[in-house]
């Protein structure tokens, strides 16, 4: 703790120069830190000034509606420069974070059913909040289910279903597909990492009720903002009555600066940020997946080599790798029956990671941010290498 400058968690002393070798990495959270010196780049261009009378109002004067008609087309212009959604023919809807959406959606869809909905994730390991929210809030007639494969067994169940599909997945990076379908199913998207930062993007998303996040897509996690991208009529005015209800629309302030930043990140064709954000994550992937090629003690998720349209090219395997390519989170297997509690292993190692158990999945597995700021990621490799290094000498 140095009062004046606020230093790096290892790091000390009036200038911050100080390296405290016992400290921990701490890849526990997906705060997306890892676009900062991106804005940096670009601090001028992408900074908001708000003069104190300016958009004061509850409403955007020209359409006295909730929503930016600017920032929607900028986000329709978005999706069309990433190549990873379609929006023609769907509505927007603005929401205060994917959070707030993913619950909005939830909500218009149990209100279709007047009896039993059971809400499933996809499959496991999956995102805690659609069980957290569904569980918390309540929902009239709603019960969350665990995952899809609980239902598909169960040919009993005769009641509604809504599957959260997360795609890319949180934590292991797949693009996952529904399991379930049929007329009584419906299906909410988390595209939340559905960016070429993260993921290769094989065709353009065309599912009817999609949601995503300004926090993955620039990194500004903390002015809160999402959109949903919605086919039906009747999920739309029922998603928009739940936004008016929890807090009259979306921050002005907010939508003006998304718009702020969107503007960037169109700049150019839009190649500046993309290109920026996939060539961080291709390398620090390539360091965490050599890492753990040397190693018989723990094993890291395979991420498929798969066609990407957004950089018109296939993501070669890389000749030292096997398979190199890029994702939000390393998944990581502790596989001796011994190292019962995976998270607890690394923890000991002085990696902070989180529990499988915080994905339904046991205790098998741990996650590590690769989202984090540079400093962060050194650390983790730094830590891993120690760690790694040990089997060689105990062997
Ligand atoms: N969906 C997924 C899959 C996530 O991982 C996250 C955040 N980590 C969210 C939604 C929520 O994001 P936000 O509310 O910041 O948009």
Redesign the pocket.
């Known amino acids: 703790g140095n009062p004046i400058c606020e230093c790096y968690s290892c790091y000390g002393g009036i200038d911050c120069s100080l390296f405290s070798s016992n400290c921990s990495a701490n890849v526990e959270s ?1 705060d997306p830190l890892f676009l900062e010196p991106f804005w940096m780049q670009n601090a001028d261009s992408s900074a908001v000034v708000v003069a104190g009378w300016h958009r004061m109002s509850y409403v955007f004067p020209n359409n006295q509606s909730f929503i930016s008609k600017e920032l929607e087309k900028s986000i329709r212009k978005i999706h069309a420069i990433a190549k990873n959604a379609i929006t023609y023919g769907k509505y927007i809807i603005f ?8 619950h909005a959606a939830g909500h218009a869809l149990y209100m279709d059913n007047n009896y039993s909905t059971k809400v499933v994730a996809n499959k496991i390991p999956y ?1 805690s ?1 659609y069980k957290l929210q569904t569980e918390y809030f309540q929902t009239r007639h709603c019960e969350f289910g665990g995952d899809s494969s609980m239902l598909k067994n169960n040919s009993d169940f005769a009641g509604n279903v809504i599957e959260f599909v ?1 795609s890319p ?2 934590p292991d990076g797949s693009l996952d597909s529904p399991v379930l379908n049929g007329p009584n199913v419906k299906h909410i998207y ?1 595209h ?2 559905y960016w070429s930062h993260y993921t290769a993007i094989p065709a353009p998303a065309d599912e009817d009720l999609m ?6 897509l620039t990194g500004h ?1 903390g002015s ?3 959109w949903a991208i919605v086919k039906d009529v009747n999920v739309y005015t029922r998603m928009m009555e739940f936004i008016d209800l929890a807090e009259m629309g979306t921050s002005k302030d907010v939508q003006l600066r998304a718009l702020t930043l969107l503007k960037v990140v169109a700049q150019g064709g839009g190649k500046q940020l993309f290109n920026f954000a996939q060539q961080i994550l291709t390398d620090r992937w390539k360091k965490v997946s050599h890492i753990f090629s040397l190693t018989k003690r723990f094993s890291l998720q395979t991420i498929p080599t798969q066609y990407c349209t957004f950089f018109e090219r296939t993501r070669e395997p890389s000749p030292e790798i096997g398979v190199a390519l890029m994702a ?1 989170y390393a998944w990581v297997k502790c596989k001796r029956t011994e190292d019962k509690n995976c998270q607890e292993v690394f923890r000991v190692a002085k990696i902070i990671g989180r529990s499988s158990r915080a994905f339904y999945a046991g205790d098998c597995y741990v996650r590590f941010s690769l989202v984090m700021d540079q400093q962060d990621f050194d650390m983790l490799i730094h830590r891993l290498k120690e760690l790694i290094s040990q089997e060689y000498e105990a062997s």
């Open positions: 997906g929401g205060t974070g994917s959070t707030q959406l993913l995102y909040l997360t997945n949180n988390d939340a990492y949601i995503f996040s300004m926090s993955k996690a809160r903002f999402g939000t």
